[in-house]
Every structure is written in C-alpha cells, then in structure tokens.
C-alpha cells in the first residue's frame, strides 16, 4: 500500500506598494469561485483584512470550519492557516482584502515603547478573528473606510490610512482581550492542538529574526522542552525550525534588495546571517538562484514564493 500524501501548507508572500501603509486587493476582479481549485490551506507574510461583499460559502481558519455570508469581516494574522470556500450552488462570492504589516505599524503607534509593542503585537497575532459586521461596527466602519482611501486615492490618503489603521489595530487589540475575558477557558485549551502550539514561536521568529536565534529560545517561548518543540514543530510544518528561520531571513532579505542598492554582505548582515556565504547558501536553497541573480531579475520572485509549498501532517 502507497504512504499516504501529505496535505500542504503553502505561503503566500504579498508586497505593500512603496510609500504606502496597506496592499488593498478592491473591485470586481475579486467576484469567484473561492477555493474549489485549491486543495490546501494557506497563510500570508502580512496581516490579512477581508469583508464578504456578497455570496456565502465556508472559512476554513487552522481546525476551524465557519460559515460566511455577506457582511462578515475576517481578520487573520499572518502566520494563520486558512481557505476560502464559496458555495458552488449559490454561484461566486465577493471579497474584497486588505494586507498590512502590523510590525511597522505598531513600532510607528508606539516608537519608544518595545515592551508595549510587543505586548500589542502578541494580543493581534493570537487568534483569527470572524464576525458580522452588526457584532463590531467600529472594526467593520473602519476597514470600509480604509478600502475606500485606497479605492479613491483622494489627496492624503495615505495619511489617512495610516490613521485608520491606528485605530483599527487599536480595536482589534480591544476585541481580542474582550474575547479573551470571554472564552479564557476555552483559550486554554486551544492552546494544547494545532498550530496554537507553535504561533509564539513564528512571531518570535518575525520580530526577532535581524538576531541570533537558537531552537532553545524558541521552545522556551512556546513553553517545551527543546526535544518535544522540535517534534512539534516539525510535524506542523514539516520543516525544521532553523529552516523556517532561514526562509523569514530570505524573505527580509528580497524586501532589501528590492527597495536598496546595499551590497549582499550588508543584507546578510541585516536579515540575520552570520555570513555573507551562509546567506548564499540558504538563497539558493529556497529560491534556487544565487542573490545577485535574483536582484537583476527579482520579477520572478513572487512566483517561486508563491509555489514554496510547506507540507503538513493532518491532524496539526
């Protein structure tokens, strides 16, 4: 009897334009038939905002199966598994989405303050979170108003946007202690299944990768010993924890090379590698070209990324 395949886990890496605070993915193009073509769950380099437009179907999130229909607002950290399935019978559904980088707006929220930064990014990053617009009009006010900036591009709207995201991680901050006060034993146990498991290690990962990271570290924040997080680990994402720490560094590092004219010796040195060989090494690795091969020809890039499959067990 053949070994059974293993089911996938596959990253999707999206850009924000330069000069501007959030990637806005607006209009009729995204009218579909959501995930009848994809046999795997997903998740995002950035924060994912979508509103269902109209249409109805299912959001896989991690073990999660919840119905949607038109009027809910997803919100889903960047390093949470998930699908979209409209319903067939019913015909296409309309989202719309917005993509942001939490990191960059919590350090420019609260500039002088890493102990609050990380405190506010730790309650963003916890949890999906999937409501009618009716159970939190702030948060469902905000993100149309967000999609309208971007939509109109009206003079100053970037200023705006960065203000409206302000306030909107401010809110999501506030309904996820709010949930948390609500559901705290139910927390507790989600926190022993899953990809809960892991999730303060990936953001560690995230915030910290510019630093020597060691795997002990890593299980110390998840609260395992180093054995039993790597098996884990491994089992979640079917890589062990040093690779996927060597992917966030190459992902940093085509974010520099795109936006800078610095030589590789300083983008090794500012993703995290102890070396400009050890950065070669692991480039050619995930991306299966050398640094200065990508950087004269970086358009194929989201491509290669965009197919970086992570396997997964079932059961994670």
């Given at each position: 009897?053949?070994k059974?395949?293993?089911?996938?886990i596959?990253?999707?890496?999206?850009?924000?334009p330069?000069?501007?605070?959030?990637?806005?993915?607006?209009?009729?193009?995204?009218?579909r038939?959501?995930?009848?073509?994809?046999?795997n769950?997903h998740?995002?380099?950035?924060m994912?905002?979508?509103?269902?437009r109209?249409?109805t179907?299912?959001l896989?999130l991690?073990?999660?199966?919840?119905p949607?229909?038109?009027?809910?607002?997803?919100?889903?950290p960047?390093?949470?598994p998930?699908?979209?399935?409209?319903?067939?019978?019913?015909?296409?559904?309309f989202?719309?989405?917005l993509?942001?980088?939490?990191?960059?707006?919590?350090?420019?929220m609260?500039?002088?303050?890493?102990?609050?930064q990380r405190?506010i990014?730790?309650?963003?990053?916890r949890?999906?979170?999937?409501?009618?617009?009716?159970?939190?009009?702030?948060?469902a006010?905000?993100?149309k108003?967000?999609?309208?900036?971007m939509?109109g591009?009206?003079?100053?709207?970037t200023?705006s946007?960065k203000?409206l995201?302000f306030?909107l991680v401010?809110e999501?901050?506030r309904?996820n202690?709010q949930?948390?006060?609500r559901?705290?034993?139910?927390?507790?146990?989600r926190?022993?299944?899953?990809?809960?498991?892991i999730?303060?290690?990936l953001?560690?990962?995230?915030m910290e990768y510019?630093?020597s990271?060691?795997?002990?570290?890593l299980?110390?924040v998840?609260h395992?010993?180093?054995?039993?997080f790597?098996?884990?680990?491994e089992?979640?994402?079917?890589?062990?924890?040093?690779d996927?720490?060597?992917l966030?560094?190459?992902?940093?590092?085509?974010?520099?090379?795109k936006?800078?004219n610095?030589?590789?010796?300083?983008v090794?040195?500012?993703v995290?590698?102890?070396?400009?060989s050890?950065?070669n090494r692991?480039f050619?690795?995930i991306?299966n070209?050398?640094?200065?091969?990508?950087?004269?020809?970086?358009?194929?890039y989201?491509r290669?990324l965009?197919?970086?499959n992570i396997?997964?067990r079932k059961?994670w």
């Amino acid at each position: 009897m053949g070994k059974k395949k293993k089911d996938t886990i596959e990253l999707r890496f999206y850009e924000i334009p330069q000069n501007e605070y959030v990637l806005a993915l607006l209009g009729e193009n995204w009218i579909r038939d959501y995930g009848h073509d994809e046999v795997n769950l997903h998740f995002h380099n950035l924060m994912e905002i979508g509103v269902c437009r109209s249409g109805t179907g299912e959001l896989v999130l991690d073990e999660e199966k919840l119905p949607y229909q038109s009027a809910m607002v997803s919100i889903i950290p960047h390093n949470y598994p998930h699908v979209t399935i409209s319903n067939a019978k019913e015909g296409p559904s309309f989202w719309e989405y917005l993509f942001f980088d939490p990191i960059q707006m919590v350090n420019e929220m609260y500039p002088d303050n890493e102990l609050l930064q990380r405190e506010i990014l730790e309650k963003i990053n916890r949890k999906a979170l999937f409501v009618h617009e009716w159970e939190n009009r702030n948060i469902a006010l905000l993100v149309k108003m967000i999609m309208e900036e971007m939509r109109g591009r009206r003079s100053y709207y970037t200023d705006s946007v960065k203000g409206l995201l302000f306030a909107l991680v401010t809110e999501i901050v506030r309904m996820n202690e709010q949930n948390e006060r609500r559901n705290e034993q139910e927390n507790r146990g989600r926190k022993n299944s899953g990809l809960a498991q892991i999730a303060e290690a990936l953001d560690y990962v995230r915030m910290e990768y510019t630093h020597s990271i060691r795997v002990e570290e890593l299980a110390q924040v998840c609260h395992m010993s180093e054995t039993h997080f790597r098996r884990i680990f491994e089992a979640c994402m079917n890589m062990s924890p040093v690779d996927y720490i060597n992917l966030v560094r190459v992902q940093k590092a085509c974010d520099l090379m795109k936006k800078t004219n610095d030589s590789m010796d300083i983008v090794a040195q500012k993703v995290g590698f102890a070396t400009t060989s050890t950065f070669n090494r692991n480039f050619k690795k995930i991306l299966n070209t050398s640094p200065y091969q990508w950087k004269i020809n970086p358009k194929n890039y989201e491509r290669k990324l965009l197919n970086y499959n992570i396997s997964a067990r079932k059961g994670w």
